[in-house]
């Protein structure tokens, strides 16, 4: 089944800076990659998603990029806040089939 | 805006009592997902319903855990007898099927705690 490592457990940056989360995947049949901001105590969210057939997805502060070839996915976030301290999860999936996320990233910006 | 609702919101029980959970996804959506998240862990899937069909339900440990979604709507997971591993934020997640969208969206969860 699929499997899906997730870089840095833990990353800590100073307001202003970039901060970027690396994802790698197993099954190559996978083509869904969604990205999930958990507040402390909150259910998880979602932020931002790719699909297969696109290499690169941006929304504002957030980027995320897909290497199908090296089955990895990032996540950019530029101008980082002290808001955007969270925890976030990479997950991969085939079409609707089984969501498998990362272990997670507890990012913490500091002002 | 419409969310997945899950109740309760809190449950304590003793360890080889039994408890559920309930869930009510988003109206129209056929895939429902009960995910289990240990504290600091990323949610582990449970099991996967497409309507009332099970797709998924190989992490299951089915011989405490069970799980229904009679009219493919509402879903019910149980575990009898509970324990202490079991401590853990249980979460409902529901999305539509078909079309380009297949955001997974969560409900608040029921985080609970076996003693």
């Known amino acids: 089944g699929e499997n899906v490592e997730q870089h840095p457990s833990t990353l800590s940056v100073q307001e202003g800076d970039s901060a970027v989360i690396k994802c790698t995947y197993s099954?190559?049949?996978?083509?869904?990659f969604p990205w999930y901001k958990q507040e402390l105590g909150k259910r998880p969210q979602l932020i931002i998603d790719?699909?297969?057939?696109?290499g690169e997805k941006k929304d504002q502060r957030i980027a995320v990029t897909l290497n199908k070839t090296a089955k990895h996915f990032s996540l950019h976030i530029t101008e980082t806040q002290p808001e955007d301290s969270a925890v976030y999860f990479c997950?991969?999936?085939?079409?609707?089939?089984?969501?498998?996320f990362g272990t997670g990233t507890r990012l913490l910006v500091s002002p | 805006e419409a969310e997945v609702a899950q109740s309760p919101r809190y449950k304590i029980t003793e360890k080889s009592q039994a408890v559920a959970f309930w869930c009510d996804p988003i109206?129209?959506?056929?895939?429902l997902y009960w995910y289990r998240q240990i504290l600091g862990q990323g949610p582990e899937l449970l099991v996967q319903?497409?309507?009332?069909?099970?797709?998924?339900d190989s992490q299951l440990p089915k011989d405490r855990f069970s799980a229904e979604r009679l009219k493919g709507v509402d879903s019910t997971l149980k575990i009898q007898p509970a324990e202490l591993g079991d401590s853990a934020m249980y979460l409902c997640?529901?999305?539509?099927?078909?079309?380009?969208?297949?955001?997974?969206?969560f409900g608040q969860g029921t985080r609970l705690t076996v003693v």
């Open positions: 997640a529901s999305s539509p099927k078909g079309g380009k969208n297949t955001e997974a969206f």
């Open positions: 099954d190559s049949a996978s083509n869904y």
């Open positions: 790719i699909r297969s057939n696109v």
């Open positions: 997950a991969a999936s085939i079409g609707f089939q089984k969501l498998v």
């Open positions: 109206s129209g959506h056929a895939t």
């Open positions: 319903f497409q309507d009332e069909s099970v797709v998924d």
